[in-house]
């Protein structure tokens, strides 16, 4: 499959989260960590010499939890851990209508299960 720059065709089919996928679109970049979004499954995957890191969504999901990646570099190595807040989605409803964000019923519906 041809990649495509982000946002180029948004509906496309969401490519999984494998190794190899990412190391085909970043392979060619020489860095010790990648941390990428979007795509909602959290993975933390490491090449030889990369470590790909994805903490999931950031709030934008049905079970009211935001997403995030700890990372620690130490002499020891790069350590990783994925974990979740917990957030009131009902407040975050208020807030949409309070500020009357544009298409929130939508946004509400299709990303937070509304």
Known sequence: MENKPIGEDPLEDL???????????????????????????????????TLYINPGSLGCSRDALARYAVIGVSDHGIRVKLDAAVYDKELLRRSFEKKNIPGRQYIMESFHGF
């Open 15 to 49: 490519q999984d989260a494998s190794l190899g996928h990412l190391e085909s679109m970043f392979g060619k970049m020489d860095h010790d960590v990648i941390a990428c979004g979007h795509h909602h499954p959290g993975h933390v995957l490491r090449s030889d010499q």
